[in-house]
């Protein structure tokens, strides 16, 4: 609770700097479902945007390649252990275009990758490098409402609870944007089933 209470009091403080949000985002962030899914995500951001930037700019496909699998590692060995159990919690991370990195609701799904460019070629992981390469973790996430306004609006949060067509259940979810305000790695999304 110490590191909850931690990342409410950092939202509190930085007032101006999170004015432009959507509406009632800072509010929603202060209570349930949203408060929760926020101190568990807000605290891993900086080492989720390190994960990722360290893969996207990785110089040769092998070295994304296990960039990636590193990335892969770290969600779910320490910063999220166990987020690999099911569909809730759920962590999705995408580039700020929308194409997903990585889905914790695709563990244990393959793809066919037929794209030599891509690396590893035939059954894959849907959280794999190759996956990823050629957009197959999960279907472009660029218009869910709390991705895109984590990328559109300075604060960069958004929130929003809707029915997932990935994971056939209502969940609420909590995005923040993974670096600068046009200018990101992408965005992290935390969810949970409601």
Known sequence: MACGAAALLALAVHTTALAACADNVLTLLQAAPYQPLYTTLHPRVSDLRTLVNNMLKAPTVSAK????????????????????????????????????????????????????????????????????????VNENHNSRIAILDAQLYTCGLGVETKFSTSVNKTQSYV??????????EGTARYSKDQ
């Open 65 to 136: 390649a296990t960039a990636y699998n590193t990335m892969k590692t770290q969600i779910q060995t320490v910063l999220f252990p166990g987020i690999t159990s099911g569909a809730s919690p759920r962590l999705l991370l995408a580039e700020s275009d929308g194409t997903v990195i990585y889905d914790s609701a695709q563990f244990g799904k393959t793809v066919t990758n037929a794209t030599a460019s891509c690396g590893t070629l035939g059954t894959v992981p849907r959280n794999s490098y190759a996956s990823f390469c050629t957009k197959q």
């Open 175 to 184: 995005a923040e944007r993974l670096g600068d305000y046009l200018d990101s």
